[in-house]
């Protein structure tokens, strides 16, 4: 079964969450830019977490919002 991701708000922080597992103390942590910080598994370097930090303020702006990783789409179906 492929992974699966959910996605919280948090309003006080202005914060989205995008997870395929809660995060662990172990998981390094890495800046992607934009505002947005990927925790990857220490083993494998995958992305398991994603923070949008501001992410009301980017919903405001006029411009494109991307997220700067892929996701392997092969492994959904």
């Known amino acids: 079964m492929a992974d699966k991701l959910s996605f919280q708000y948090d309003r006080e922080g202005d914060i989205l969450y995008i997870s395929k597992r809660p995060p662990y103390p172990e998981q390094e942590t890495e800046e992607l830019g934009d505002d947005v910080v990927a925790r990857l598994n220490p083993t ?34």
């Open 44 to 77: 494998t370097g995958e992305i398991e977490n994603v923070e949008v930090l501001f992410f009301s303020t980017r919903l405001l702006r006029s411009d494109l919002f991307d997220l700067p990783i892929t996701a392997d789409l092969r492994r959904a179906i």
